[in-house]
């Protein structure tokens, strides 16, 4: 059986196992204790030398890297979210890289700002948070566009893009990060968050944050 690696408050990990959930495979989802360096431990670093989640051990094939694990299980289960066209997947490849590169870098910084520094006693970097919010503010308007064009992020067939996009917005609200002046990305994500792979497999990021205090 497949086991990936993780914790629940990781973006990157919550992206593996969103797309694991749509696509509907069984696995085993293995939470390490970060605080206590698990993710340090011998036996993982034979599974993940960089010593970092998410990774998968998948009948004893080992992956790590969050976008790499996803194209995997895409690709092994034959999965749409992935098209086989070269033309069509070479542009899920080019929004994913937009969205790692443009959103997700400038996104992680506040949210570990706003979320994750108060509760460790951190100070904040108010200038690298200004920065990455302006950021967010250049880029979430092609988004916008890109959504308002097309039902989902690449066409008007979901796609591994959108799982990608979707993981790294999910702790929006408790970042304070507003969507509201996006009306298609948020109708976009509200679509997204009744769907059963969200509902039925996972806890809100919310609701998972609370359990961690």
């Given amino acids: 059986m497949l086991t990936i690696y993780g914790s ?31 993710q340090k431990q011998e036996w993982f670093l034979k599974i993940n030398p960089v010593g970092k989640i998410p990774a998968i051990d998948d009948d004893g094939f080992h992956l790590f890297e969050s976008n790499a694990i996803c194209k995997y299980l895409a690709e092994k289960h034959r999965s749409p979210i992935y098209p086989a066209d ?21 996104f992680s910084t506040v949210a570990f700002s706003r979320i994750f520094a108060p509760r460790m006693n951190r100070p904040v970097n108010e200038k690298a948070l200004e920065d990455a919010q302006k950021f967010l503010d250049q880029y979430f308007p092609l988004l916008e566009k890109q959504l308002g064009a097309h039902k989902y992020v690449v066409s008007d067939e979901m796609t591994l893009a959108d799982l990608v996009l979707f993981a ?38 919310g609701e998972m944050l609370v359990a961690k205090k």
Avoid: C
């Avoid at 629940?8 to 204790?33: E, F, M």
């Avoid at 929004?95 to 400038?106: K, L, Q, R, S, T």
């Fill in 8 to 38: 629940d408050l990781s973006g990157p990990a919550i992206k593996v196992r969103l797309t694991a959930n749509y696509i509907g495979i069984d696995y085993k989802w293995q939470p390490l204790n970060l605080r206590e360096g698990e």
């Fill in 86 to 106: 070269m033309k069509k997947r070479i542009v899920v490849e080019q929004w994913i890289d937009f969205v790692g590169f443009h959103i997700g870098v400038h």
């Fill in 168 to 205: 790294t917005l999910e702790p929006a609200e408790l970042a304070n990060v507003s969507l509201a002046a996006y009306p298609n990305l948020s109708a976009w994500r509200a679509r997204l968050k009744r769907q059963p792979f969200y509902t039925k497999s996972y806890k809100e990021y």
